[in-house]
């Protein structure tokens, strides 16, 4: 019995990253869910539009200092407790899923996908003033030998003083396929970054950036080797991307 086809499995389809079983297996899964179609679609003329747009970027150094956007306006207590046990039901959810083994595989929907996650995440914490972190960048020695070793495997947080931004440091968060990380970043005019690191799905992905748009906040987020990266914050699409790309290249592959 095939793998049950995952959202992981449609954004490979529409980058044409499949492996030839693979494909034939998804577009076979299509056709019996034609509602999953346009989804797959969009996700292509999405993807068109980004890379007619950006990617002459790529080739550009990146600039000194990252152009500063407004602080958003700190969440009230009860949206942050909403919001923080939304990304906590999602994992529950997830985790409940991944044990059921039916006939038909689950809606791609049935798991909450990485960039709402992130970004979820990243509105949850980003506000905090004394608590951003469990624990701060002057024990970022410790910091990585605990991440590292809930999440199995080495995992360092990327460098991106180059940039105007510093490390505020990290906290482990529940995902829907197992521990995850968060890195935090924040520059001179106090905006923040958070780097979101989850498990990636047995099947792998693809390495291009993808991007969302999840309540104002912008994410761009690919999968690389044993995890799915997440870059969220509120500088501007552009400045998302160019951090996103030096994050990128600071992981082996």
């Known amino acids: 019995m095939s793998a049950p086809i995952s959202e992981d499995d449609l954004h490979a389809f529409a980058d044409g990253q499949l492996a030839p079983a693979r494909l034939a297996q998804v577009e076979a899964w299509l056709a019996a869910h034609p509602e999953h179609r346009q989804q797959v679609e969009d996700w292509r003329a999405l993807s068109a539009r980004l890379h007619r747009t950006y990617d002459r970027v790529l080739d550009e150094p990146i600039p000194a200092r990252v152009l500063p956007a407004a602080n958003a306006s700190r969440w009230r207590d009860l949206r942050k407790l909403a919001a923080l046990a939304w990304l906590m039901l999602g994992a529950v959810t997830g985790y409940v899923l991944r044990g059921e083994t039916t006939r038909d595989p689950q809606p791609p929907s049935a798991t909450v996908s ?5 970004a979820v995440a990243h509105a949850v914490f980003v506000p905090e003033m004394r608590h951003p972190v469990e624990v701060g960048a002057d024990q970022e020695a410790h910091l990585v030998g605990w991440l590292s070793k809930r999440l199995g495997a080495e995992l360092k947080p990327p460098k991106l003083d180059e940039v105007g931004y510093r490390l505020v440091g990290g906290r482990l968060l529940p995902g829907d396929k197992g521990e995850v990380a968060q890195f935090m970043y924040e520059n001179t005019a106090h905006n923040r970054l958070t780097l979101y690191v989850r498990p990636a799905a ?23 080797g044993r995890f799915g990266y997440a ?23």
């Open 231 to 253: 870059l969220s914050g509120t500088t501007g699409r552009e400045d998302m991307l160019r951090l996103a790309t030096l994050v990128y290249h600071q992981y082996p592959r």
């Open 202 to 224: 047995p099947n792998g992905g693809d390495t291009l950036f993808r991007y969302a748009r999840e309540d104002g906040i912008d994410v761009f987020y690919w999968a690389d």
């Open 114 to 118: 990485l960039p709402r996650q992130a």
